[in-house]
Nanobody
Framework: QVQLQESGGGSVQAGGSMRLSCTAS????????MAWFRRAPGKERERVAV????????RYEDSVKGRFTISQDLPKNTLYLQMNSLKPEDTAMYYC??????????????WGQGTQVTVSS
């Protein structure tokens, strides 16, 4: 069982930046993959970015490419999402997730409680 706790959400104006953190209860280097998802009001949950733990491999949804960066700090068991050039359409609840392999395609097994990001125009 992996417990995940997000932090770092809040409110920001369009064009601003924010960094989300997700701390895991276990060593993340051996998990497999970790990801950020988001759910905007009235919309389906969508995948944002994925990282393969212990490797530099990452993948991003087209809507955030060039603006968001996913990264990991193995000694701190922490996943990050650096978000730059934020847009109002980035407003959502952001969730951290982890799984041995099903982060990009499939349903990750472990989820955090989420942190709210609100971008005002």
């Amino acid at each position: 069982q992996v417990q995940l706790q997000e932090s770092g959400g809040g409110s920001v104006q369009a064009g601003g930046s924010m960094r989300l953190s997700c701390t895991a209860s276990t060593y993340i280097g051996n998990i497999g993959c970790m990801a950020w998802f988001r759910r905007a009001p009235g919309k389906e949950r969508e995948r944002v970015a994925v990282i393969y733990t212990g490797s530099p491999d990452t993948r991003y949804e087209d809507s955030v490419k060039g603006r968001f960066t996913i990264s990991q700090d193995l000694p701190k068991n922490t996943l990050y999402l650096q978000m730059n050039s934020l847009k109002p359409e980035d407003t959502a609840m952001y969730y951290c997730a982890a799984d041995p392999g099903a982060c990009w395609n499939g349903q990750p097994r472990f989820w955090g409680q989420g942190t709210q990001v609100t971008v005002s125009s």
